[in-house]
């Protein structure tokens, strides 16, 4: 219609005159010979034919016809194209590329917009599935295992099923000669086989934090059966034993299960299957997906608290084979003890064992009794014991402070820190950062609620007898943190203050077992500690990483801590706390308390 001037082009409404243009020697519009020709040739083009979007397999065309419309299926052809790289390790079943038949003059962003609303249109089963994330049925899985394969793809399929491991990852596996020298580089992703203490190691990438005391606590370590590790000493030191198993595997597994109802098994739907084998063995999630070397997004918090014994590892290893039927008894390999590896435990560095508390409590309580004697001799013709009575009453709210933080697994109390405590239960906000706002409501025991709210009344009493006895303790405390006080003198004036109290006072007191401890430790231990006790659900809900819909303990999670084993709960806090040598104090032995 342009050739033909049916059309014209607009003409311009202002001429902006500009001293760098110059302009023609007449008026004259310029034509540009090709262009014209160019436009005869497209306007004598006609269109291309429309072709409904068929996809090639059989197994689909019951679903396309049933919902697929013309204007759907107009100008595509969806079809599989072979890879044409050798070298390339995904397998062609798991992609499905839309290619178009004839040419179009639509733009690849309309191509992508039409793509994605038929796709949304379609009930899930009328497209190939390309995701990675398809689980395999159990006749899939042993009709896998029963393969003629080499050694090489046999033993890759084994450990896709029982560790989970991305096959990406896998195929890095590379054998060193100690553990030590492949524990060194906190950055390297690569499984290593050891073939000093022949076994298997490789790096959580995420979850527990790098300890430098102990740097194996990212380390996952386990011995293999007498097979496999027979079929490792093959090879020598720095080679990669899976080397291209990717895509070896997927095309023997494609000629087998080309004609088999049901998804094709490949590398990655192996992977993905192994969570339905690991889990039923495991405590909680967190056991099961830490032999899959990664825990993602909704696991890595709950994860980083957690810490996991080496021996429960394989455990779930060895009963994860036995399920499969692939299980071969082994010999406990002797791991060398040396500064580098030391520890038995995975996970969580901070961690402590209940022992680790009773200590600290123990000392608290050995260093109240000189400050106790000095206050209970004291007569009101006398100096007010000013300093005896601060250290004994720092030391008193350091006791129900760590009481109260072992017995919630609260975050560290700190100036943003809010809690309320009531009768059974207690509302605790104890995270307000950039990250983000939260707060919960969470049991309370009852010697814990009790031992607070009576040293409360005894901070009241010990202002009017100061006062009484012409010292000032100036009144602080707001109504934001109902957890104990903290009385202290400041650098600067004689008048003693109370304040709220937060988790750095303790470190003033200079007790021993917290001086290099990290100010979390109490959370840490808690979480390890309760994890084989309760269920999965109430440790995350009492830590604040409650979570709905994914984990097997996910009815649960949408009920209140009060209604699910309440009992079964506060007899597990109990016992942790009374293990951790807590004890509520004799007020009635409390000098100044009535």
Known sequence: ???????????????????????????????????????????????????????????????????????????????????????????SSENTIVQRAASSTLTRTD???????????????????????????????????????????????????????????????????????????????????????????????????LNRSNPTNQWVQLTLPPSLTEFFKLFPLSERPFRGARSQLNRHLKRYFRNQPGLIPTANRLSASSWLYRRPHAIDDVAATALAGQFGLGLSAPAAYRQLSRKELQHVFDKTLQQLGLFEPTLPVAMPVNANHTSASVGSAVAQPPEFFQSIFSDIRQNMRSSQAEIEAWQSYKPFPADALLRFSQLISAHELLGWQLSTGARPVGPRSGNQLGQKMQWVHDKNSARGIE??????????????????????????????????????????????AWLFKPQRGKKLILRDM???????????????SPRNVARHSFASYLRNRISDAQVDAMLGHARHGRMLSSPRSETPLDMQNYSQLIHALKEWLGACGYQPLDWSRIPWHC
Request: hydrophobic share 35%.
């Open 439 to 484: 707060s919960r409501v969470i049991p309370i025991l009852p010697n814990v609620r009790e031992s607070i709210k009576s040293l409360h009344r005894w901070h009241s009493l010990i202002i009017h007898v100061a006062s009484s006895a012409n010292v000032a303790i100036g009144d602080q405390r707001t109504d934001r943190l109902d957890t104990p």
């Open 111 to 209: 191509d992508i917009q039409l793509v994605r609303r038929r796709t949304k249109s379609s009930p899930t089963s009328s497209l190939p599935a390309i995701t990675d994330l398809a689980r395999l049925t159990d006749v899939t899985i042993h009709a896998v295992l029963a393969q003629p394969l080499y050694s090489e793809l046999k033993y890759f399929a084994i450990l896709l099923l029982t560790l989970g491991l991305p096959p990406e990852r896998l195929m890095r596996l590379t054998t060193s000669e100690h553990v030590d020298t492949a524990t060194d580089n906190h950055h390297d992703d690569r499984p290593h086989w050891c073939t000093a203490e022949s076994v298997l190691c490789y790096r959580l990438l995420d979850g527990p934090s």
């Open 1 to 91: 219609m342009l050739s033909h001037k049916i059309l014209t082009p607009g003409e311009k409404q202002r001429d902006y005159n500009s001293s760098e243009k110059q302009k023609t020697a007449s008026n004259v519009p310029k034509h540009d010979p090709w262009h014209d020709e160019r436009l005869n040739v497209l306007a004598k083009t006609l269109l291309p034919k429309r072709q409904r979007l068929y996809i090639r397999r059989e197994r689909y065309k019951q679903h396309d016809s049933a919902v697929s419309g013309p204007a759907e299926n107009a100008l595509f052809k969806m079809r599989d194209i072979k890879l044409k790289d050798p070298n390339e390790t995904e397998e």
């Open 502 to 516: 937060h988790w750095s006072d303790l470190s003033t007191l200079q007790l021993s077992q917290l001086i290099n």
